[in-house]
Nanobody
C-alpha cells in the first residue's frame, strides 16, 4: 500500500497563502487519479481538487481561481497551492491516491 505524507499546513490570516505537499512512498503513475480532500469540523469530507489520468484537473466551486493542483512525478509529490485563503477553508486536508489516504494536515485560516 502506498504511504502518503502531507506537509505545509499551518495557520494563516485571511487572504494568505499556503502550499500543501503530498509525498508518496512509491512512484506516482499518471494512469491513476490523485486528489486532495478536506474535512472541516462536523462536516463530511469533500473533494477539493483532483487530477485524472488525462491530466484533467477539477476543482470544487468554492476554491476555483484560488487553489492550484500540480504534480511532480519525478519527486513522487503532488501539491496544492492555496491563495486568497478564507476562514471557510479551515479544515484537515488529505491526500488520496490508489485507495490510500495521507494522515491529514491542519489548515487554519483566522484573523
Amino acid at each position: 500500500q502506498v504511504q502518503l505524507v502531507e506537509s505545509g499546513g499551518g495557520s494563516v490570516q485571511p487572504g494568505g497563502s499556503l502550499r500543501l505537499s503530498c509525498a508518496a512512498s512509491t512512484s506516482i503513475f499518471s494512469i491513476f487519479p490523485m486528489a486532495w480532500y478536506r474535512q472541516a469540523p462536523e462536516k463530511q469530507r469533500e473533494l477539493v481538487a483532483g487530477i485524472t489520468s488525462d491530466y484533467d484537473i477539477t476543482y470544487t466551486d468554492s476554491v476555483k481561481g484560488r487553489f492550484t493542483f500540480s504534480r511532480d512525478d519525478a519527486k513522487n509529490t503532488v501539491y496544492l497551492q492555496m491563495n486568497s485563503l478564507k476562514p471557510e477553508d479551515t479544515a484537515v486536508y488529505y491526500c488520496y491516491y490508489r485507495s490510500s489516504w495521507g494522515q491529514g494536515i491542519q489548515v487554519t485560516v483566522s484573523s
